[in-house]
Nanobody, 120 residues
Framework: QVQLVESGGGLVHSGESLRLSCAAS????????MGWYRQAPGKQRELVAA???????NYADSVKGRFTISRDNAKNTVYLSMNNLKPEDTAVYYC??????????????WGKGTLVTVSS
């Protein structure tokens, strides 16, 4: 059974940094795109950053220049380095990946989320 597990969230002050990790595990044949989404209280879930298996990345305008997404294909892990954090970055951050398990069709998987809180 495939699962995504995030880690690295926490409470920081404005201007500080955090690094989120998301590891995929289970009977995995291949992983295509991986990404990070976030959902702030009372708001819809939004894409923060995504990265292809080849390493091409795209970002939401609100995080360009501050966040960097990367992945380690050998470890089935995606990272989100967040610098110069702002209070408006406060949200639950979710990992998403399109994964093809060994014995079935590919589909999108979600992690359970990790909370990032930025105080002013």
């Amino acid at each position: 059974q495939v699962q995504l597990v995030e880690s690295g969230g926490g409470l920081v002050h404005s201007g500080e940094s955090l690094r989120l990790s998301c590891a995929a595990s289970g009977s995995i044949f291949s992983i295509n795109d991986m990404g990070w989404y976030r959902q702030a209280p009372g708001k819809q879930r939004e894409l923060v950053a995504a990265i292809t298996s080849g390493g091409s990345a795209n970002y939401a305008d609100s995080v360009k220049g501050r966040f960097t997404i990367s992945r380690d294909n050998a470890k089935n892990t995606v990272y989100l380095s967040m610098n110069n954090l702002k209070p408006e970055d406060t949200a639950v951050y979710y990992c998403n990946a399109f994964i093809r398990p060994i014995e079935t069709y590919g589909m999108g998987y979600w992690g359970k989320g990790t909370l990032v809180t930025v105080s002013s």
